[in-house]
């Protein structure tokens, strides 16, 4: 019999040679099986946890939900519950009646039915009017679609967009690798455009503007710009004179805007806030037919963290008619987004009110988190700061630090020597001594001959003193040993 | 040529055109117009895609209390959760709770929960008498997710052809259009209940081979969507033969193995014959496995759990298929916890079992009844053929539509079926979808249907369906007798 249909060579080229995702990648498979060994043989490693500071998953850590969020989602889930006595000692009034007017919105309380493929349309009202009053634009549920998660919806766009080779998507370095994978998966071109780590990693349009005239000098189609906002791994917010620039460049250039916003609600600075592009276009006085944009959100972020819910919207405006078919038949084929992830989504963007039942524990449950994400980012930032060839970048959102790190020519070697990268290098050895996962800058793109690690600032509070003596201990003994 | 102004990506030529080759019509064009219908205030009854709650199916209410508890866990802590739960309820939330650190708000690995997976192996294991890994199971957010996966791995280019059903559910062509690859039809022999002809499967391979197709995986469909036909043991070894002779990883799609409505074929899944035939081929053929939750009697659709089991792949395939699922980061958590229910479900002894089992077995019993109303309604109707629907959840009636149907049709734009199924909609409100949706062989007409709408409700429907039917045929049917093509 011939060789396997399947194998490894005639498997699709873009997925395995294009495509990676480091923040599951090596390192981490590495971690895992550490992390066995100290299960089987505890005491056979210099340490005795494995501390998970490579991927954005607060509840993994120890960040509790938000209960308001989970009570509806229960009564939802069991719709009976509404009808026991017993429940009102058990749940919040409000909770109660939000659960019964989102039921009331779902053809036959029906949760476990495929929903309209872009969502239920009673959800997608209160996610229209929540947006809507965050910004101070109006929104319209026609242009949201739902999906598991917002990762889905980039998949969508870049299918849309991409047709060959030659078509090119400018996307930050360094990025939150989804979009190099999307983009490879899709047989497309990464475009890059560089963040100035010096400034803050600021966005500069003339280098936005040179990157893309670069690329249409050899040929590619450049049809989007992808924005993270705030940025992952970078943590900057952007100030609003920038967005507007962003704005009026891709006007100017025909270009899509994909605005990644899923950590809108993570801001650690009292200086800066987060402005939606929408917000921004519209202040411009652009109105629909001046910009196609699409807004991604997602409910895995923010003081809510509710990764494995796997929810999120895009909200897409400015396209024609056929175009939003065209949306709407690829989310068609997949029927809809899972039906607590729609449910969750709409409580995120219209969480309890002042006056509500639940309002003041719902208040002083997010801001409890987020004041202690704030003083995390804070704490982490100074660390790193304080090591020898490293600094630092303030975390002004989002939940990373992206520390570069000025890796002795020794270490380079001894990198090259054992094959990695020689972030990578620096990170395996952090896990083995400490136990510590993160991820290399690498899998994010860095100017190349810098090198960077990303950590998040998500272990409990309580941990990140031992962490930071543990990191510390570590470096030194690492800069010690590779030192010029 | 390139800048600002004139063109811009979005517009309609820009597309993938891939994207445009698209077509599902599950949710296509006599769906959207039984929306706006809807939305104008007429009684739709939908019937165009299997979903069994939004037809009044209950859900089951073991899981929904498992779900619930997981979803809110303080509720564990509350001394009188006891009085609205029972024991067995919190006692598996908690065991599902101790599976996901961090519980249903964190991303688990990607593969899926690995208890919920260990689980699934074990049913797999007591379903077909054979041990399964759990270190081949992934879960996906809905089966379809996974036959994406798979899809988007195996193909690389226009020349690799899949070998599919036809008729087929859409998801299959949907996902080769969109990834680039060729659609290799094989006909069902309708006359046969639906059947496999080897014979011919074996030419259009052929055929496909001379044109430059390098045929690299077969679809099978069992049950069958929408044909219902329940595939024999014979047959099975027939297909895992025909594999392991061309070559070609089979994709066996057994989502509605639980509908089963006829005694003399019980379901039998692709791995347990593989392995029942004994090496060399239950060592080489290479087999991917496709469940839900959203089918069966559990109907819990909205969930979006599923998972795929991968039997003789190499492990460098195994490694790539698990880098696609890492940047989807993970499955939905309470869908997982929804499988592991599904596949690890009470037990005798249990103190929910009596009250689980007495629900499944309504509403399996009701499908198996509606199964029968269903076929002998259509068979009842003029010009109307319908083969039995032995599993799955659809009725696949065909309709021989008389020539000046077809002419009429021609002139308004559309294809028979098309034609048949709007008016069929809008004298009725039975929202369908059209045999072309499916695939049929040419000049053959059929429409789909669910048997998902409530029991009590199945008379008025097949009537109202015979009265339009009835006018229908009246109005066009010439009168000269009909041969089947």
Known sequence: MAAPSVAVDNLNPKVVLKCEYAVRGEIVMHAQRLQQQLQTQPGSLPFDEILYCNIG?????????????????????????????????????????????????????????????????????????????????????????????????????????????????????????LYSASIALHGGALVPYYLNESTGWGLEISD?????????????????????????????????????????????????????EVYQENIYVDNKKFNSFKKVARSLGYSEDDLPLVSFQSVSKGYYGECGKRGGYMEITGFSAPVREQIYKVASVNLCSNITGQILASLVMNPPKVGDASYASYKAEKDGILQSLARRAKALEDAFNNLEGITCNKAEGAMYLFPNICLPQKAIEAAKAANKAPDAFYALRLLESTGIVVVPGSGFGQVPGTWHIRCTILPQEEKIPAIISRFKSFHEAFMAQYRN | MFGGGGRKPLDYDELNENVKKVQYAVRGELYLRAS?????????????????????????????????????????????????????????????????????????????????????????????????????????????????????????????????????????????????????????????????????????????????????????????????????????????????????????????????????????????????????????????????????????????????????????????????????????????????????????GDISYLKFAAESKSILESLRRRARLMTDGFNSCRNVVCNFTEGAMYSFPQIRLPQRAIDAARRAGKAADVFYCLKLLEATGISTVPGSGFGQKEGVFHLRTTILPAEEDMPAIMSSFKNFNDSFMDQYDDGSSYSRM
């Open chain 1, 57 to 177: 998953n607060p509840q993994s850590l120890g960040q509790q939900p938000v209960t308001f969020f989970r009570e509806v989602l229960a009564l939802c889930d069991h719709p009976c519950l509404l009808e026991r006595e017993e429940t009102k000692s058990l749940f919040s009034a409000d909770a109660i009646s939000r659960a019964t007017s989102i039921l009331a919105s779902i053809p036959g309380r029906a949760t476990g039915a495929y929903s309209h493929s872009q969502g239920i349309k009673g959800l997608r009202d209160a996610i229209a009017a929540g947006i809507a009053s965050r910004d101070g634009h109006p929104a319209n549920a026609d242009d949201i679609f739902l999906t598991d998660g917002a990762s889905p919806g980039v998949h969508m766009m870049m299918q849309l967009l991409i047709r060959n080779e030659k078509d090119g998507i400018l996307c930050p370095i360094p990025q939150y690798p």
């Open chain 1, 208 to 260: 936005l503007k040179k990157q893309l005239e670069d690329a249409r000098s050899k040929g590619i189609d450049v049809r989007a710009l992808v924005v993270i906002n705030p940025g992952n791994p970078t943590g900057q917010v952007l100030a609003e004179e920038n967005q507007e620039d962003i704005v009026k460049f891709c006007k100017n250039e025909g270009l899509v805007l994909l605005a990644d």
């Open chain 2, 36 to 348: 706006e219908l809807q939305k104008e205030g007429k009684k739709i009854i939908f019937t165009n895609v299997g979903n069994p709650h939004a037809l009044g199916q209950k859900p089951l209410t073991f899981p929904r209390q498992v779900v619930a508890l997981c979803q809110a866990p303080f509720l564990l802590d509350d001394p009188n959760v006891g009085l609205i739960f029972p024991a067995d309820a919190i006692a598996r939330a908690k065991h599902y709770l101790a599976m996901a650190p961090g519980g249903l708000g964190a991303y688990s690995d990607s593969r899926g929960i690995p208890g919920v997976r260990k689980e699934v192996a074990e049913f797999i294991q007591r379903r077909d008498g054979y041990p399964s890994d759990p270190e081949l199971i992934y879960l996906t957010d809905g089966a379809s997710k996974g036959v994406m996966q798979m899809l988007n791995t195996i193909i690389r280019n226009e020349r690799d052809g899949i070998l599919v059903p036809v008729p087929q559910y859409p998801l299959y062509s949907a996902a080769i259009s969109l990834f680039g690859g060729s659609l290799v039809p094989y006909y069902l022999e309708e006359e046969a209940n639906w059947g496999l002809d080897f014979v011919n499967i074996r030419q259009t391979v052929a055929s496909a081979r001379s044109k430059g197709i390098t045929v690299r995986a077969m679809v099978i469909i069992n049950p069958g969507n929408p044909t219902g036909q329940c595939l024999s043991q014979g047959n099975i070894k027939e297909l895992l033969s025909f594999c392991f002779q061309e070559n070609l990883v089979l994709l066996a799609d057994e989502v509605y193995q639980q509908n089963i409505y006829q005694d003399e074929r019980p379901f039998i899944s692709a791995r347990k014959v593989l392995f029942d035939m004994g090496p060399p081929m239950s060592r080489e053929v290479q087999l991917v496995s496709f469940h839900t939750v959203s089918k069966g009697y559990w109907g819990e659709c909205g969930q979006r759990g599923g998972y795929f089991e991968m039997t003789n792949l190499p492990p460098k395939t195994v490694d790539e298929i698990y880098k696609v699922a890492s940047i989807a980061l993970s499955p939905n958590v309470p869908g997982q916890i929804f499988m592991g229910l599904m596949v690890n479900p009470p037990k005798p």
